[in-house]
T-cell receptor
Framework: DQQVKQNSPSLSVQEGRISILNCDYTNSMFDYFLWYKKYPAEGPTFLIS?????DKNEDGRFTVFLNKSAKHLSLHIVPSQPGDSAVYFC??????????FGTGTSLTVIP | EAGVAQSPRYKIIEKRQSVAFWCNPISGHATLYWYQQILGQGPKLLIQFQNNGVVDDSQLPKDRFSAERLKGVDSTLKIQPAKLEDSAVYLC???????????????FGPGTRLTVT
């Protein structure tokens, strides 16, 4: 049973525009969420996180929004750069237990 | 700060053979994870160690997979015998203590790509 879902396998965005990556989860016990970025032949790299006590967390060009009632989170990248082209995974955890990962969204930023 | 180290990076074996992967976590990280990532899917947790004790191995196929973390630092993951469906990237990650209600972000190694023919 996939508890964390990323329904868009791929996304293409023009350089300078906003990239919005979406993630949905089913388990209401999840209270900590992360986004990872993965380049080919490398392991995932931590990008940004958010606790369920917040609805927004911002770090430079990256902002994560959490809508607990909808069990939905999104990652905004503004402005998008060609170096942002990678696969993005969202992950969720409840009470410090294991993380469940989504299937990933491949972002391509077109110069 | 050195990252999570894994070896080998690539391995090709025939089905029914054995294989072992090695992981060295970030210094000071008490928690170590092994994930299996099949092509087109997200990482799936196989086993989680807290120091040298197993916290969660509910998704580890114990008839063929085994893992150990002697002395609470390095870890090895073994598959014996391998099946075709074991072809995947095996990722090792580490984090600060994941005990209690606090979750910490995990830092991943580059992974080992296993191909079973």
């Amino acid at each position: 049973d996939q508890q964390v879902k990323q329904n868009s396998p791929s996304l293409s965005v023009q350089e300078g525009r906003i990239s919005i990556l979406n993630c949905d989860y089913t388990n209401s016990m999840f209270d900590y969420f992360l986004w990872y970025k993965k380049y080919p032949a490398e392991g995932p790299t931590f990008l940004i996180s958010i606790s369920s006590i917040k609805d927004k967390n911002e770090d430079g060009r990256f902002t994560v929004f959490l809508n607990k009632s909808a069990k939905h989170l999104s990652l905004h990248i503004v402005p998008s750069q060609p170096g942002d082209s990678a696969v993005y995974f969202c992950a969720a955890s409840g009470s410090g237990n294991q993380f469940y990962f989504g299937t990933g969204t491949s972002l391509t930023v077109i110069p | 700060e050195a990252g999570v180290a894994q070896s080998p990076r690539y391995k090709i074996i025939e089905k029914r053979q054995s294989v072992a992967f090695w992981c060295n976590p970030i210094s000071g990280h008490a928690t170590l994870y092994w994930y299996q990532q099949i092509l087109g899917q997200g990482p799936k947790l196989l086993i989680q160690f807290q120091n040298n004790g197993v916290v969660d191995d509910s998704q580890l196929p114990k008839d063929r997979f085994s893992a150990e973390r002697l002395k609470g630092v390095d870890s090895t993951l073994k598959i014996q015998p391998a099946k075709l469906e074991d072809s995947a990237v095996y990722l090792c990650a580490s984090s600060l203590s994941a005990s209690g209600s606090v979750a910490y972000e995990q830092y991943f190694g580059p992974g080992t790509r296993l191909t079973v023919t």
